[in-house]
């Protein structure tokens, strides 16, 4: 079986595994089956599941299962996990489940319609995923094996599943080594990437760090995707007090006056989170940093990652910075004294270009619009001084404009305007 297919040519996977379910289900071995998930048809129809069956045992109304959620470990890694992996967006595809240690769904996150398809297979609060339930499916297979799975089309015993790619991973008590539930993420049979198995097992890592602490954050010696340097450890108490975006050297301020370093990439996105207080989804960010190429799931990643270094500055759903955050950024604060109409102290602020390091178009189009409201306000004061200044900075440089404002303030024989005018024709 050229497992390869499941990503470059899915349909056709699809239909090589479906001629092969109905041979072995008939009873006739077929190579490109693996003898593990042969041997787990056969136990799920010793157990009386049919491949035609199309309900799932249920052991719990949906109103019970809100009262087991609320007693359930699991119930304190959600946010998390929900972070790391959901789309509840409109075009959200795929769903993100969790069971208890028995198979039962206690959680579902995904969009309208993905809920809707699962609604129709009954994969829904309260169904048994065991393979005494609905036979074997990647839920079932990481209960028996105790280890992730991906599961694709008709790998799934039940026909009705054959449209679904699943991939499943145990989460287990970091203390005891306890199983307390599975982690599965769902969707048409496209919505399977390498990726996904990587990250299901990834977003276990973060929830069994998460458990081994009393106070719900990562432990010390937690796996390096949630505690390399200070990128991904939670800081449960922190309180940020503002953010450095101009320059070259972004950072988060905390209120006692210490500073964290951000990477390019997350300051890209606290940026773009400033400059809007409606705030942005993963898709939206996805297509503003990467373009076509973007994925809202990475978004999601790094948005996990923002929101475990500064705790509760970012909020979600959608991302935005909190309301005690929003527009206390240092580029913030000369807009801030631009619209006050204290021009000089704004160009005071105006330190350096915002995230000058940043080739993302949307930040490119944030700075240009900052140095657009600062050139216009300062040619707007009537003060050469103030010209002056902005014309001396990286930013005011190559404001032609400026230039012109200044001859007509202080004369065109003014050697001032004679070095500036040198200068921007230099650079034009």
Known sequence: MDYGLRFSDPAKYARTLRRAHELVISGVPRPEIPVPLAESWRRSMALGIS??????????????????RREHRLQRVMPALQDLLADDSSSGRHLLVLTDA??????????????RRADRLEFSEGADWSEA??????????????????LFSAEHLVRTHHDWACTAAPITDPST???????????PLDTISSDTLRMVRCAVRVAESLLGTPDGAPSLGAASSVRASRQGVRRPGVEVSSLELLGDRPAAVLADGSRVPLTLRRAEILALLDSRSK???ADELAFELHGDAGTPQAIRTEMFRVRSLLGDAVESNPYRLAAGLAGCSDSGRVLRL??????????????????????????QLLRDQLD????????????????????????????????K?????????????SAFRASSASCG
Not at 102 to 115: F, K, N, P, Y
């Open 51 to 68: 491949p035609d069956q199309h309900s799932p045992r249920h052991l719990h109304d949906p109103s019970e299962v809100l009262q087991l």
């Open 102 to 115: 028995t198979g039962e769904i206690l959680w579902r996150v995904g969009s309208r319609e993905a809920l």
């Open 133 to 150: 339930g609905i036979g074997t499916n990647a839920i079932s297979e990481a209960l028996v094996t105790g280890g992730p799975v991906q």
């Open 177 to 187: 080594g306890a199983l307390l539930g599975v982690l599965d993420v769902s969707g």
């Open 279 to 281: 705030g942005w989804s």
């Open 338 to 363: 631009l619209r006050e109409g204290r021009v000089a102290q704004a160009l005071e602020a105006y330190t350096a270009p915002l995230l000058s390091r940043s080739g993302a178009l949307a930040v």
């Open 372 to 403: 657009l409201a600062v050139g216009s306000a300062v040619r707007a004061s009537g003060d050469a001084g103030l010209l002056v200044r902005w014309l001396s900075t990286d930013m005011g440089a190559a404001d032609t404009e400026g230039v």
């Open 405 to 417: 404002a200044l001859g007509q303030l202080v004369g065109r024989d003014d050697p001032r305007y």
